[in-house]
């Protein structure tokens, strides 16, 4: 693996998330946190995780059969319903586990599973786990996915599944044409808006809400450890999905429930995404410098319309030399590597937060372009 610049190893954060980190012991401007809106140093969640721990205590004891379903849980619930608009919701320990444990519960053998060949890892274990045969169709291509549900014509049920924006390429579902593709052919859908929820749509609550789509998406899932800044995830859906999953989903019944703090965290952080847009904002506008000022350097940054700015290196050691030139100059942008993404298209995920200053933007175009004489001379156009 280290031959190969394929070794990980883990960073040191010390202190808290914010729009620069004390990693490894320097202070850097941080371009790879998915808490797009800086919410997980919020004072508002801090607090309201703060007060859920004196009135409810540290733990939840049990899953949530037993003795773990607390107040909080059912009024997140609740919450995370009316947010999505649709008729039921039901929290899990995180979105790894939601993923696995809904595909192995919503389909099984004799059934057909279609999914984007960039489909998260959590997704393509759920996948193996359900024993369903599964096509997997070509990145966002429509031809590919109605082919492949043609040949699923004989399946027992088809259940297509898709992340809403990708999370190492920053691009966009066509979740639309999609919808209509399920609908023709009669087959599910199922949507990770890990990269979504709190970023997009009129109130924050994802791609399916800005496009009016909540009714014919059947089963939307998301993690509320990213923008929403906490941790833990999400499905939402009808009642008769959640109470299917109570009754089946291993990944939802064989586990601790999550402690109060969690979910109080969780109920603050709708609350501000629903109440203050001028976040989502502030994040467009930051995303918008930053690709603009990485274009005019020359690099290439592929169709994201997202705060997911991925920049191809293509060989994986290359882009850790990469990476490694940009945190030595003060700018932390992780260098993703095989497996997480396919071989030859190692990048740097640069994401964008709704608390980056101009300034830190301006330093950091700085740095890109310091390094990119000194490193990159073929990525010039
Ligand atoms: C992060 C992520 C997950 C996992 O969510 P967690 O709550 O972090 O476990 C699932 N799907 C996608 C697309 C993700 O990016």
Redesign the pocket.
Same mark, same amino acid.
């Given at each position: 693996m280290r031959a190969a610049g394929l070794y990980r190893q883990l960073r040191s954060v010390q202190g808290d998330q914010g729009p620069t980190l004390r990693l490894d012991g320097r202070e850097v401007i941080n371009f790879s946190s %998915?808490n797009y809106l800086g919410l997980a140093n919020h004072p508002a969640l801090a607090a309201a995780a703060k007060s859920a721990i004196d009135r409810y205590g540290c733990g939840s004891g049990a899953s949530r059969l037993i003795s773990g379903n607390m107040t909080l849980h059912e009024e997140l619930e609740a919450k995370l319903a009316r947010f999505k608009n649709t008729e039921a919701a039901l929290v899990f320990n &995180?979105?790894?586990?939601a %993923?696995i444990g809904l595909l192995a519960t919503l389909a099984g053998e004799g059934d057909a599973i279609l999914s984007d060949a960039l489909n998260?890892a &959590?997704?393509i274990d759920g996948c193996r786990l359900s024993k369903a045969k599964t096509s997997v169709y070509a990145h966002c291509d429509l031809d590919s996915l109605e082919t492949a549900l043609r040949q699923a014509a004989a399946a027992r049920r088809r259940l297509i599944v898709t992340?809403t924006i990708f &999370?190492m390429d920053g691009d966009e579902a066509p979740l639309g044409e999609i919808v209509e593709l399920a609908e023709k052919y009669d087959a599910m859908v199922m949507v990770?808006e890990?990269?979504g929820t709190g970023v997009f749509g009129a109130n924050g609550a994802g791609v399916v809400a800005k496009l009016g789509l909540a009714s014919r998406v059947a089963i939307q899932m998301g993690?509320? $450890?990213?923008a929403l800044g906490g941790? $833990?995830?999400y499905v939402a859906g009808s009642r008769g999905l959640c109470d299917l999953l109570i009754n089946r989903c291993r990944s939802f019944i064989f586990t601790t429930s999550l402690p109060p703090a969690v979910m109080a965290m969780a109920l603050a952080a709708i609350e501000l995404v629903q109440s203050e847009p001028q976040r989502r904002a502030a994040l467009q506008r930051n995303c918008q410098r930053l690709k603009q000022g990485l274009r005019g350097l020359g690099f290439e940054l592929g169709e994201s319309e997202s705060p997911i700015l991925p920049l191809i290196v293509g060989d994986a050691a290359r882009c850790m030399v990469l990476s490694a030139a940009l945190l030595e100059r003060g700018v932390f942008a992780q260098g993703i590597r095989p497996p997480t993404v396919p071989v030859g298209t190692s990048r740097l995920r640069i994401t964008s937060m709704a608390t980056h200053s101009n300034d830190q933007i301006h330093r950091a175009l700085n740095v890109f372009e310091e390094v990119k004489r000194q490193w990159l001379p073929t990525t010039t156009s």
């Open positions: %998915n &995180s979105g790894f586990q %993923n998260h &959590s997704i992340e &999370s990770d890990a990269h993690t509320l $450890g990213k941790f $833990g995830a």
